[in-house]
Nanobody, 116 residues
């Protein structure tokens, strides 16, 4: 079993930065891929960034060059560094993990509001 807990969301002005964290516990070594998704009001949940166990990354076109996904194995934590934030980045951000056995886990979500 895998347990995910997001933190770091909040209110930030356009052009500002936030760093989201996802604390990972349980059978960490069973995870094949992890990532961040987001869901804005009235919109479908969309992929933001992913990272495989081998550290291969993938980003949505809308965040390329602005967001960076990373992992600290010693702290069992995944991060999403968000720079140059725009109002359209406003959403609930979710941590996601998938095991090699195709079992999916989600965090509870953390709210990010980008507004003046």
């Amino acid at each position: 079993q895998v347990h995910l807990v997001e933190s770091g969301g909040g209110l930030v002005q356009p052009g500002g930065s936030l760093r989201l964290s996802c604390a990972i516990s349980g059978d960490i070594f069973s995870i094949a891929v992890m990532g961040w998704y987001r869901q804005a009001p009235g919109k479908e949940r969309e992929l933001v960034a992913t990272m495989t166990k081998g550290s291969t990354t993938n980003y949505a076109d809308s965040v390329k060059g602005r967001f960076t996904i990373s992992r600290d194995n010693a702290k069992n934590t995944m991060y999403l560094q968000m720079n140059s934030l725009k109002p359209e980045d406003t959403a609930v951000y979710y941590c996601h993990a998938e095991t090699g056995g195709w079992v999916t886990y989600w965090g509870q979500g953390t709210q990010v509001n980008v507004s003046s």
